[in-house]
């Protein structure tokens, strides 16, 4: 028989929990929950701001469990926990393993069939200046420079990387899966494969395909100051906002490549392809 669905521990009492656990996962849980948990909602998106839990690695190689973080914000007394964003997120990542579970084909095909008829492009130098931070767009090189040299990425840019490639570029999502899988930290194949569905539009409750991040206003938007691409971009760092976030009027004296895409060029491109979706 099919396992329980692993999401099942909202509906669960939480186990008996050791009082004394040893270990960083341990130690970063308790910080977020005391430090973090209130304003999570409000500072998640925010990519330069320590908003989010960072235990997505530990929960990927199973040094702490989606139990055990409900248990301790159970415990923690903050008076609205069952309702908040975060373990809404915890369950989301638990969907995830459903679906594979489910539908162990989404690996490398779309949930949805009708998305075998998407008409993806193969365009080797443009993937690689995605992976390399090369595009042109201060926030998609920022993030894809900070995965390269940490393993790690802020979600709300990784969401902006993904939609770049796929909606953008129109490069299969399997590539930046693949990409994601071999770099980051935290990979795990079923949320990997949830997260770059969902960018698609081809998984399940996915982004509408008419949802084109535009990197130039998700920067301004989420990083208001460019203090995240300076950090990650230094050709960048004798720049300010606003001028650090539009490409067209970023100074290139000093190697910075030009957009390698025109945002509303590749929007309506990308429009135009989803109608073959339809068909």
């Known amino acids: 028989p099919p396992p ?16 004394r656990l040893v270990g960083s996962e341990m130690c970063i849980r308790d910080r977020f929950i005391n430090d973090s948990f209130n304003d999570y909602a409000k500072i998640r ?10 235990l997505s690695p530990h929960l990927r190689f199973g040094e702490i469990s989606p139990r055990q973080i409900k248990h301790s914000l159970e415990q923690s007394g903050h008076a609205h926990w069952k309702e908040s964003h975060y373990l809404s997120e915890i369950g989301w990542r638990e969907f995830g393993y459903h679906l594979l579970y489910h539908f162990p084909h989404t690996v490398r095909e779309p949930l949805r069939p009708q ?11 443009q993937l690689r200046s995605w992976q390399k931070g090369q595009t042109g767009y201060p926030l998609v090189d920022a993030g894809m420079r900070e995965l390269w040299a940490t393993g ?28 994601f899988w071999d770099t980051l930290v935290d990979a795990d194949l079923a949320s990997n494969t949830q997260g770059w569905q969902w960018t698609a539009g081809s998984g399940a409750d996915a982004a509408p395909y008419f949802r084109i991040f535009n990197p130039t206003t998700q920067a301004i938007k ?19 906002a606003p001028d650090i976030f539009e490409p067209s009027k970023v100074d290139r004296g000093q190697n910075y490549p030009n957009p ?4 509303s060029d590749a929007r309506d491109r990308a429009l135009k392809a989803y109608e073959k979706t339809k068909a």
């Open 260 to 263: 390698i895409v025109d945002h």
């Open 152 to 179: 790690w990425m802020h979600n709300r840019v990784r969401m902006v990387v993904a939609s770049f490639l796929v909606k953008h570029l129109l490069i299969h999502w399997r590539h930046g899966a693949d990409w």
């Open 4 to 19: 329980p669905p692993l999401f099942f521990f909202m509906q669960t009492p939480a186990y008996e929990i050791p009082l």
């Open 222 to 240: 989420f990083d208001p100051e460019g203090d995240y691409i300076r950090k990650w971009v230094p050709e960048l760092r004798h720049m300010s």
């Open 45 to 54: 998106n925010f990519p330069n701001t320590k908003g989010t839990s960072r």
């Open 115 to 125: 998305f075998n008829r998407f008409p993806w492009k193969e365009n080797s130098p």
